[in-house]
Nanobody
Framework: QVQLVESGGGLVQPGGSLRLSCVAS????????MGWYRQAPGKQRELVAN????????NYAAFVKGRFTISGDAAKNTVVLQMSNLKPDDTATYYC???????????????WGQGTQVTVSS
């Protein structure tokens, strides 16, 4: 079981910035992909950004391109989501996600953190 612990959420004014961190209980290099999702009240959970750390590729939802940056620190087993120019529509609970394959051909193991609340309001 991989444990994911998020931190860094809070209340911020429109146009402000926040930095979310996700610490994994195992090496993030061993993960197939790690990322951030968000879920606003009454809405489905949606992908914000993810990264394949072994290959260095990243993927962003259209609504955050140019505003958010995802990065990984293998030495700290941490994935960071740097958010800037935040908008009220960014208000949601943000969840860290990890997908792992124990071995080639094995079923994907999907892990979630407990979530951290981000509120963008004046």
């Amino acid at each position: 079981q991989v444990q994911l612990v998020e931190s860094g959420g809070g209340l911020v004014q429109p146009g402000g910035s926040l930095r979310l961190s996700c610490v994994a209980s195992e090496s993030i290099i061993s993960m197939f992909v790690m990322g951030w999702y968000r879920q606003a009240p009454g809405k489905q959970r949606e992908l914000v950004a993810n990264t394949r750390l072994s290959g260095g590729s990243t993927n962003y939802a259209a609504f955050v391109k140019g505003r958010f940056t995802i990065s990984g620190d293998a030495a700290k087993n941490t994935v960071v989501l740097q958010m800037s120019n935040l908008k009220p529509d960014d208000t949601a609970t943000y969840y860290c996600n990890a997908v792992k394959f124990e071995r080639p051909g094995a079923a994907a193991e999907v892990y979630w953190g407990q979530g951290t609340q981000v509120t963008v309001s004046s």
